[in-house]
């Protein structure tokens, strides 16, 4: 539509320009047609009436002379007439002639130059032509006179010329327009559309839409778009069987046509919805229009690919500023964006609600409960309500959305919705619910401090499958639940049953797309250094968001400690810290920013010279491309985590060095650690340690770079995330 708003806009502004320019020559020659019949008239005019006035002017019968101005006059109905004498000096003339009493220049100038001349003279009562001719005696001159005509129907016949052009333009313009827009629309735009929605059906998998237009215009276009579609058909049609055959066989690489086909078999074409606080796409304002973007986060990087991959409804919390903007009247938008495949419900947030739900009870309570980052979780009773009014909200809107679903499948995320899974099952006992946490699981002993840890353990456990990262996490769990809820434990089948209801507790680590995009990055561009003024001969990378459990102070303090040690690798490498902003409404979140952007500074100034800093500190979101390119360029990629449940990070890096190449310089305390055998691992609290580990990579020879990166390489791709989600879904749907 705003093309064809567009094009109709350029057509009528053309228009436009040649009716105003055919206007301005039509007035112009009115203008001067009609200038030059009174002046012609007012020259005939005077030369008449001097003839008469000269005998009596002559004899200084000034008497005389105005009983003649008065006659033609009042006959002639003129403006107005006066004589001037030798000195310009006014001796006779009718009342109001629009000529000063001295004559002014013009009788002067004609005087002077014994020529008769005119000008027009504009008053505040309308416009006059004065036309001066001179008086003779003996052939010398001795006066003038000057005659005053009205010239205000010249103004107004122009100003008619324009009114009239306009008012015939701007109806010819307006039925011009309609005719180009329905033109337009019905033969180019329609038709337009309708192959590019073939096209856009095409690559989601559905060619039930024809190219054909309704024009013979575009038959050649959409003869060979219809071919595009065939082909495309074909080659997904193959994916797809070859997909189908290989499902039973376990070593085949997961993809996201396997994971369709496998879904297909086994939910026979159940809806999946996907609960998370996150949303997967976030609309903002800005200066020129709404943009979108993926905010950082683990979590959202994997599940977007199933969605892509599967379909289904994603529900989440709307944080965007532009988020209610863009969704339809059910709250709901298709997305990605510029290539649909799901559906995006946004869930709204009161600023008191996302205050205690999740900058309160989810940030300041169960994350540092979670996670031994040594940071004192916050336990506050109004948090704690609104946490369960946000999830009472959650249950709401998941209730509404599957009341006509039969056996839907719904895979709640992570430690925001403890409480979802059961007052889901509560209402609708026949949906299956899933619950991923994808944060670490504490002890019992570290878990029985929260004041609600039985409201919290009695929502999770409503779930038919609670997963986690590691089998030392479901370990944990189990022993809280056995410490603090009644129920019966088989640890045979690592199930718990309260009150007859089975709740299987297994196992999941979460991976990432692969083979996938980072597969299509093989040139990496090395513009974004030149930018950041990156000219070292080693660089270190670290990609976190700005969050205390990354361990970024140890990064930086290891970093430290290799130069001190090291002091060959002044100006010669150079860590690039990406630190995405995150949960900046949380006081110990502005805290920790500060102290690492302080001790950023700290270590520049202790090592830094003129044309080199040792640390480079990117505090803002990038992209996953900006990212791709990145791991592409780093010699090291360091991942420090304190404590992680898995950390993507170190295998998006692994992911994406096709050239297998670099060196992953990885915290034991990461679930990744359990997964990547080719990254060196380091205790990150020991920056001794972390300091040996980088020199040992950037020394490592390329042999062994390759080997311990092709081993990286191979555990993503055999256990991608595809692969995690049909063995998640699986044992979801195989419960009775």
Known sequence: MRQV?????????????IVGLFSLNQASQEQIELTSRLQSRSQV??????????????????????????????????????????????????ANVPISKDGGELVTTVMDSDESGGSFVRRSDGTYYVHVTPLHEDGRVIGALAVAQDATYIDESISDIWRNNLLRGFSQILIFAIAIFILVRLVFYRAITRMVASLQAARRGNFGIDAEPSSSFFEPLAGEISKVARSLHQARHAASEEARMRLEKIDSPWTAERLKEFIRMYLKDRPIFVVSNREPYVHTKTKNGTKWSVPAGGAVTALESVMEACGGTWIAHGSGDADKSVVDADDKIAVPPEEPKYTLKRVWLTPKEVRGYYSGLSSEALWPLCHMAHVRPLFRAEDWREYRKVNGLFAKTVLDEIRNVERPIILVQDYHLALLPALIKKSRPDAQVSLFWHIPWPSAEQFSICPWRKEILQGMLGADLIGFHTQQYCNNFIDTVGKEIESRIDYEQYSIYRNEYRTLIRPFPISIAFPGSAEAHKEPSRKVLEDLGITSRHLVLGVDRLDYTKGILERFKGIEFLLDAHPEYRGNLTMLQIAAPTRESVEKYREYAAQVTGEAERINKKFGAKDWKPIMLEKRNHSHDELINLYQLADVCLVTSLHDGMNLVAKEFAAARSDESGVLVLSQFAGASRDLKGAILINPYSAEETSSALHAALIMPKAEQHRRMKTMRASVRDYNIYRWSAELIKALALIG
């Open 5 to 17: 708003i567009l094009i109709t806009g350029g057509v009528v502004l053309v228009v436009g320009l």
């Open 45 to 94: 005019l005077a030369d008449s009436l001097a003839e008469s006035i000269e005998p009596a002017y002559n004899t200084r019968a000034t008497s005389t002379v105005q009983r003649i101005i008065d006659r033609f006059v009042s006959s002639e109905r003129l403006a107005g007439l006066s004589v001037f004498d030798s000195s310009g000096a006014m001796v006779a003339g009718s």
